[in-house]
């Protein structure tokens, strides 16, 4: 299975009075996996965008299981779980950097829409993008 790891090392604008990361910070660090992750495939969220892909959310979850803390770095791990039709999900694992420690585990379920919020079939997009698409499929039998 391919996976990419992005490191964060939390601000402290992202803390509560104890120095612990607010939980919705997560959710903002997926996206940052996300991004991270199309960009290591060399091809970045942006060129998507510019081809007229569009990735909503549809889905989220999150559990927690040990706090982050300010100026603690972590890892972001990324990972394709879902692929089928128009969905795309991604598996996440917040891990602390130093001692690779499972602090939260995450998961994201986007669709491939137009500008207009259309569904866009897996036909319907870029060869360079179904390229990598299955190239993510032999790489994880199952998705």
Request: hydrophobic share 35%.
């Amino acid at each position: 299975m391919y996976t990419n790891d992005a490191v964060i090392r939390p601000r402290y604008s992202e803390t509560d009075q104890m120095g612990v990361i607010y939980n919705g910070y997560y959710y903002m660090w997926f996206e940052v996996g996300r991004s991270e992750f199309f960009r290591s495939l060399g091809y970045a969220y942006k060129q998507l965008e510019q081809e007229g892909i569009i990735l909503p959310l549809t889905e989220s979850s999150c559990k927690y299981y040990k706090p982050a803390m300010y100026d603690e770095e972590v890892l972001i791990r990324t990972s394709v779980d879902y692929l089928k039709g128009i969905r795309l999900g991604f598996k996440y694992e917040v891990l602390r950097k130093e001692d690779g420690e499972l602090l939260a585990e995450g998961k994201t379920l986007h669709a491939f829409v137009d500008s207009n919020l259309k569904p866009i079939r897996y036909k319907m997009l870029s060869e360079n993008f179904r390229a990598i698409l299955d190239k993510l499929r032999e790489d994880q039998p199952g998705l």
